[in-house]
Every structure is written in C-alpha cells, then in structure tokens.
C-alpha cells in the first residue's frame, strides 16, 4: 500500500516534489485545507517565501514573499503530525519553519547562498554521523537556493550538515521522526539528478521508510 504524504498548497503545485515522492512510492494529497492531512502517514514541507519574523521574536529587517496563511497552517500541520509521531520532511523554506516551530530562529539574510544566474548553486557539505551521513557518507555536493538559514536551532534539533561558512544544511530531531534539509533533494533526482552530488530520490525514500499508515 502506497503511502500518503500531505502538502499544504494546491493540487499540482509542487511539480517537483509530487514527481519526487511519487517515484519513492509515495503518493501525494495537496490542499490548502489542513484537516485534508488526517489519514496521511506523513508530512512534506516544502520550499517557498520567508517565515514571518514576529513569529520567532525578530523584526522584519530582511525576510521577503511572506505568507502568513502558509506559516499558520503549516505550523498547526507540524504540531498535528509531531503529537502523532508521524514523520516529518522539511526543504529549504520548510526546515526553517520547522526551526521555528521548536523555537528555534532565523538568519534573515544569509550572502552566497541564493541562486546565481536563475540557476541553483552547488557546494559541498559536512555531515555528522545520522541518518544523511548514513545515506551520503561524511562529504557531498548538495545544491543550494535560499537566502536565510536557521540561526538558532529549536529544541530537540541538531544540526548535522553544514557548508564550509557553518551555515546549517540539515536537521534532525533527537526524538522525534523530523528531519529538515536546506538544499533540494526534488531538484537532485529522478530526471533532475546531477552527476557527481547526492541523489535525492535516497533521502525520500529513506525518509519515507519511517512511516506507516492510519488516520488521526
């Protein structure tokens, strides 16, 4: 039985992600009503504008494309799918509200780290022994597109990626099924898949062998 994996937005708008999940075997529920998630197995966070700063105690200096209906819904999601202990996958966007919701902040802009010339960039990354240590071995190129970064990690969190700056490039909680990723393992697989960094249909399909079924 294929397991079901919920994204907050509106069917068929996250291509990538669908195509993605889709080919780990999972199949994918979009909709912006949050009580569509209850008989899913798990959560995908996945990449768009910046969180709103008010939410982890910080003025506006820096953050841009906020979108306050997407932080309520996705944070109420979180706390849904963690009491349940149901996985979690944070990307980009979505590790950050991930470190927001464990009470963690954000660097509001963060230089050389956005995309260059439309086009993703590429780095590589030290990872600590965890489950993407498991998956990618102590170095790999991941791809890189945001402009802010977790800053102070959340309760539970500990970072075990980072790019050569120190900024965190991945996530995992000590207790609970959560795991968030600041590169784009969507952009990393399947027919998107570049020779010579890490394969993201891995990490999806790593990450969906935590789940199982049953609704809320």
């Not at 910046?50 to 944070?75: F, H, I, K, Q």
């Not at 349940?84 to 464990?102: K, S, T, Y």
């Not at 960094?197 to 609704?215: I, N, P, Q, Y």
Request: aromatic letters at 8%; a positive charge; one cysteine or more.
């Amino acid at each position: 039985m294929r397991k079901t994996v919920f994204l907050y937005g509106r069917p068929g708008q996250y291509p990538n992600y669908q195509r993605a999940l889709e080919a780990a075997g999972a199949a994918v529920r979009a909709s912006l009503d949050p009580r569509d998630a209850s008989p899913c197995a798990a959560l995908l966070l996945p990449g768009g504008g910046d969180v709103e700063p008010w939410r982890y105690g910080r003025p506006n200096t820096a953050s841009r494309g906020l979108e306050p209906d997407r932080d309520r819904a996705e944070l109420l999601l979180l706390a849904r799918f963690t009491a349940a202990g149901r996985p979690v996958l944070g990307i980009c966007r979505g590790m950050q509200v991930i470190n927001v919701f464990f009470g963690g902040t954000l660097v509001q802009d963060q230089p050389g780290h956005g995309q260059a010339a439309g086009r993703d960039r590429l780095h590589r990354v030290r990872t600590a022994p965890s489950p993407l240590k498991d998956l990618y071995g102590r170095d790999v190129i991941v791809n890189s597109a945001h402009h802010q970064a977790a800053d102070r990690l959340g309760g539970g969190l500990r970072a075990v990626q980072w790019t050569a700056d120190g900024t965190v490039e991945a996530v995992v909680h000590r207790a609970l099924p959560v795991w968030g990723v600041q590169w784009h393992p969507e952009r990393l697989s399947g027919p998107l898949a570049l020779a010579g960094a890490a394969d993201g249909a891995r990490l999806f399909a790593a990450w969906l062998a935590l789940a199982d079924g049953g609704a809320f």
